[in-house]
């Protein structure tokens, strides 16, 4: 039986797994590299499935916290020709089942739902090995370990935990997004907050595009997809934030200046985010106590998964492990094995979805596929 779970990365799904473990009466430590809940922004909206982050949301006993985070009428949707012209426009008529509710808001309220103490910030792994009987010693760049007969490896792309069990590393899959923010848009930037309307937009060409999400009040987050090498994108001076922007902004000359000025009008440096993603059949063979969780088990191109999945992820493995306490190794197996074949098919989506947004047809295979031709 074990006695305690050692979790490495206090992102959606570690924190929904520790959750879950403790409505189950289940210890777990949580290991958080970053030195505080609020050392840095937690990312932009995320839209919270009905199949699979609400049902994880649920399991962690969460869902009247989960409803009083949702910001009403974001799940509209507008897609733009580079000219500025209406392709499509989907108003939120409130039966969609995808309500929006930001990433860092909903990340406190699964903090706040555990014990104190459960997270140890300020713990970044520096190495992790195997010391025998499914026992996994964890250490720490400020000299601390930590010895676990179950970790779980919750630690995203880059996954310290991951190498105990697969030696698949992320690869770049030739696309990377470059965000911006505009606040108080519709009185300061109104030409660029009337584009984006009240909910998502989507400006496409073939291999590129500019995406954006209203958030809170007229906070409007910008993502410019740009299908270009590392390379490429090394050569940009992200130091020089007006430079930076600019440099970006060239690829989409000629394009609506609302639309650009998404870009050009940016209130915080330009951040670049190179898109990587695991195979999409990445699994492993049954390592006796340790498993893996989120995008250190199933990385692949964004598609609007990834934090419900890793959510769920962390449901079900709890949930597991909560049936089998005396039998852990079959509770690893039984998660694992429902997880590959899931987190399988949302990465072949993911890669679909990559299509039709930047291939030759774009954009007028996603209208397509949002009137429901596809």
């Keep these: 039986m074990t006695s305690h779970v050692t979790i490495i990365g206090a992102g959606l799904g570690g924190l929904t797994l520790a959750r879950v473990l403790h ?61 500025g012209g209406v392709l499509f426009d989907q108003p939120d008529d409130g039966t969609g089942g995808r309500p929006e509710v930001l990433r860092g808001e909903l990340r406190r309220v699964l903090l706040d739902s555990l014990p104190a103490g459960t997270v140890r910030w300020g713990h970044k792994v520096s190495g992790v090995r195997a010391v025998g009987g499914g026992r996994h010693e964890v250490t720490f760049t400020d000299g601390t370990a930590a010895v676990t007969s179950l970790l779980v490896g919750a630690d995203g792309a880059w996954s310290r935990v991951r190498p105990l069990l697969s030696d698949a590393t992320p690869a770049y899959i030739g696309r990377s997004y470059v965000e911006t923010y505009l606040f108080d848009s519709d009185t300061r930037h109104p030409a660029a907050a009337k584009a984006v309307g009240g909910g998502s937009l ?17 906070t409007l987050h910008t993502y410019v997809a ?50 990587h993603a695991l195979p999409v059949d990445h699994q492993w063979d049954r390592v006796p106590g340790v498993t893996l969780l989120g995008d250190a088990a199933h990385l692949a191109a964004p598609n609007g998964e990834g934090a419900n999945l890793a959510m769920l992820d962390g449901a079900e493995l709890g949930r597991a492990i909560a049936a089998r306490p005396h039998d852990i190794e079959a509770a690893l197996t039984e998660y694992e094995q429902a997880m590959f074949p899931r987190s399988a098919a949302a990465a072949a989506d993911g890669d679909e979805l990559h299509g039709i947004l930047f291939g030759d047809d774009t954009p007028h295979g996603l209208i397509s596929m949002f009137a429901g031709g596809e």
Excluded: C
Aim: net charge negative; proline share 8%.
């Design 202 to 218: 989507l400006a496409l060409a073939p291999g590129k595009g500019i995406q954006a999400h209203r958030e809170n009040g007229g």
């Design 23 to 83: 409505i189950h009466g289940i210890p777990s430590t949580v290991y958080e590299a970053e030195p505080s809940p609020n050392a840095r922004t937690q990312g932009g909206m995320l839209d919270i499935h009905e199949d699979n982050g609400q049902p994880a949301l649920h399991a962690a006993g969460l869902t009247d916290e989960f409803r009083g985070l949702i910001l009403e009428g974001r799940e509209a949707t507008r897609v733009l020709a580079p000219d």
């Design 226 to 275: 740009l299908s270009e090498s590392q390379d490429w994108f090394t050569a940009i001076d992200f130091t020089d934030p007006a430079a930076a922007s600019a440099r970006i902004a060239q690829e989409f000359d000629g394009w609506a200046p609302e639309l650009t000025a998404l870009i050009t009008d940016g209130e915080t440096p330009p951040v670049l985010r190179n898109l």
